[in-house]
Nanobody
Framework: QVQLVESGGGLVQPGGSLRLSCAPSGTIFNINDMGWYRQPPGKQRELVASISIEGMTNYADSVKGRFTISRDNAKNTVYLQMNSLKYEDTAVYYC????????????????WGQGTQVTVSS
């Protein structure tokens, strides 16, 4: 079964930067939206940023101006550039691909990554 594989997480000091990447382990067809979510310790998973197939982006208020999501459709890869990292950005970060099921009226399937840890600490 195809899985999403994240990379780029790690330990960084406040004010530092990291770049996350996410790509499938095999072929996924009909990818529509791509997104990044995170789950801080003891909290629920939340949306960080998303990007449509047309390139329209959406960000959580807490990361606007600091994080940038981008995608490479030829490689089926999504990126998250994280700058000016803060302690509160510490979380497990997950990527998600939403695919459209052909022949249906709006039905979709979601693929999730296994998560990558981002720790902001001095």
């Amino acid at each position: 079964q195809v899985q999403l594989v994240e990379s780029g997480g790690g330990l960084v000091q406040p004010g530092g930067s990291l770049r996350l990447s996410c790509a499938p382990s095999g072929t996924i067809f009909n990818i529509n939206d791509m997104g990044w979510y995170r789950q801080p310790p003891g909290k629920q998973r939340e949306l960080v940023a998303s990007i449509s197939i047309e390139g329209m982006t959406n960000y959580a208020d807490s990361v606007k101006g600091r994080f940038t999501i981008s995608r490479d459709n030829a490689k089926n890869t999504v990126y998250l550039q994280m700058n000016s990292l803060k302690y509160e950005d510490t979380a497990v970060y997950y990527c998600k691909f939403r695919t459209v099921i052909p022949g249906t009226l709006g039905s979709f399937a979601d693929y999730w990554g296994q998560g990558t840890q981002v720790t902001v600490s001095s």
